[in-house]
T-cell receptor, first 114, second 109 residues
Framework: DGGITQSPKYLFRKEGQNVTLSCEQNLNHDAMYWYRQDPGQGLRLIYYSQIVNDFQKGDIAEGYSVSREKKESFPLTVTSAQKNPTAFYLC?????????????FGEGSRLTVL | RKEVEQDPGPFNVPEGATVAFNCTYSNSASQSFFWYRQDCRKEPKLLMSVYSSGNEDGRFTAQLNRASQYISLLIRDSKLSDSATYLCVVKDSNYQLIWGAGTKLIIKP
């Protein structure tokens, strides 16, 4: 079955550590996204990529980094520069740009900083 | 003012009842509108797009009011399985998706 796989599902880290969240899709979608979800807030866009080897900052890119070396993969690194990294992170993909409105999400990665 | 606002709820509704909730948006140039559903601690999934003339999908009806800048979602004959958080999403004039924080719906037997 086609879909998006995120890992790990739960992650704990100490302050000052970088962590990388994996996102893989086999939907043959060109566009991929990373969102952050916090209680009481809408999803906020961290980074997105429309094609391989290209990505753009979203609204809250500070303290995060991404790469898009393969169409299927869009890993997110949460660096120690991110001041408040505890959150639910969602990776998504779409057939074209997110203007279509239909995004397919992975199950999410819940990061807790101790 | 938030770009997309929703009543967080929760809306507690008996099974079989009809429930409706709205979502307001601030940018009058917004292009398109969507409703997503998110179950507790799960990922969001597209429920339906919202068309200018209104649209229906089974028990779900979505409406757009451009003059007052809101969209609505109506659920008829509610089921226990409808319990979820409903997220309003607006595509702005830059083709970016702006997400509301969601309205929590609890259907009670």
């Amino acid at each position: 079955d086609g879909g998006i796989t995120q890992s790990p599902k739960y992650l704990f880290r100490k302050e000052g550590q970088n962590v990388t969240l994996s996102c893989e899709q086999n939907l043959n979608h060109d566009a991929m996204y990373w969102y952050r979800q916090d209680p009481g807030q809408g999803l906020r866009l961290i980074y997105y990529s429309q094609i391989v080897n290209d990505f753009q900052k979203g609204d809250i890119a500070e303290g995060y980094s991404v790469s898009r070396e393969k169409k299927e993969s869009f890993p997110l690194t949460v660096t120690s520069a991110q001041k408040n990294p505890t959150a639910f992170y969602l990776c998504a993909s779409s057939k074209r740009g997110q203007g279509t409105g239909e995004l397919f999400f992975g199950e999410g990665s819940r990061l807790t900083v101790l | 003012r938030k770009e997309v606002e929703q009543d967080p709820g929760p809306f507690n509704v008996p099974e079989g009842a009809t429930v409706a909730f709205n979502c307001t948006y601030s940018n009058s140039a917004s292009q398109s509108f969507f409703w997503y559903r998110q179950d507790c601690r799960k990922e969001p999934k597209l429920l339906m797009s919202v068309y200018s003339s209104g649209n229906e999908d089974g028990r779900f009806t979505a409406q757009l009011n451009r003059a007052s800048q809101y969209i609505s979602l109506l659920i008829r004959d509610s089921k226990l399985s409808d319990s979820a958080t409903y997220l309003c999403v607006v595509k702005d004039s830059n083709y970016q998706l702006i997400w509301g924080a969601g309205t929590k719906l609890i259907i009670k037997p």
